[in-house]
């Protein structure tokens, strides 16, 4: 069974801390996304990483996917109260394309 | 454009009730998915449509969930009858369902928050 840890699940932060969310597996995905979900919606997309070792940027994020494609991360600087939110990682099964989800970070930027 | 209608938004019923959920895919989207997520887990696939073909419902409890897309278009999933462990949010989801695409964008709707009491 594909597992992916995310850590930590919990975090708090004053506004314009920087911050790294990291997303764990022993087994190796064909590609992996980070979504953000607020409450009361669904997630939202906001990167999706396919090659080892790729770095992607989008403004204050930062995403980064592992050398062997079984682990990443979502590096936020400079945090504002509008990153608050559920930031989900999910990896693409290269067996049967499903979508494994990580349990998720809760993210708190206090003002 | 619209995206992935639910409904309803909420929905609160006591044990041993039937309960059906409604999701309206974007349009031209060939696949749809329903997840449910439990409180402080990431969305979990319960099953997943190409077209009218259910092609992934390994994870649906068949013994109280039901799902059909008759059209292949607009979907329901029903519990009958609903326990209390089925309280969770049930959010549907659809992708183009472009042929040899490794990995789409899957594009969630808001969910149906469900409480059962």
């Known amino acids: 069974t594909q597992l992916l840890e995310q850590s930590p699940q919990f975090l708090s932060i004053q506004e314009g801390e920087n911050l790294t969310v990291y997303c764990n597996s022993s087994s190796v995905f064909s590609s992996l996304q980070w979504y953000r979900q607020e409450p009361g919606e669904g997630p939202v997309l906001l990167v999706t990483v396919v090659t080892g070792g790729e770095v992607k940027k989008l403004k204050r994020l930062t995403f980064q996917f592992g050398d062997a494609r079984k682990d990443s991360s979502l590096h936020i600087t400079a945090a504002q109260p509008g990153d608050t939110g559920l930031y989900l990682c999910a990896g693409s099964s290269s067996n049967t394309g499903k979508l494994i989800f990580g349990q998720g970070t809760t993210l708190q930027v206090k003002p | 454009e619209a995206g992935v209608v639910q409904s309803p938004r909420y929905k609160i019923i006591e044990k041993k009730q039937p309960v059906a959920f409604w999701c309206n895919p974007i349009?031209?989207?060939?696949?749809l998915y329903w997840y449910r997520q439990n409180l402080g887990q990431g969305p979990e696939l319960l099953i997943r449509?190409?077209?009218?073909?259910?092609?992934?419902d390994s994870q649906l409890p068949k013994d109280r969930f039901s799902a059909e897309r008759l059209k292949g278009v607009d979907s329901t999933l029903k519990i009958q009858p609903a326990e209390l462990g089925d309280s969770a949010v049930y959010l549907c989801?659809?992708?183009?369902?472009?042929?040899?695409?490794?990995?789409?964008?899957?594009?969630f709707g808001p969910g149906t928050r469900l409480l059962v009491l």
């Open positions: 349009s031209g989207h060939n696949t």
């Open positions: 449509y190409e077209n009218e073909e259910a092609v992934d």
């Open positions: 989801a659809s992708s183009l369902g472009v042929m040899g695409q490794a990995q789409e964008t899957q594009y």
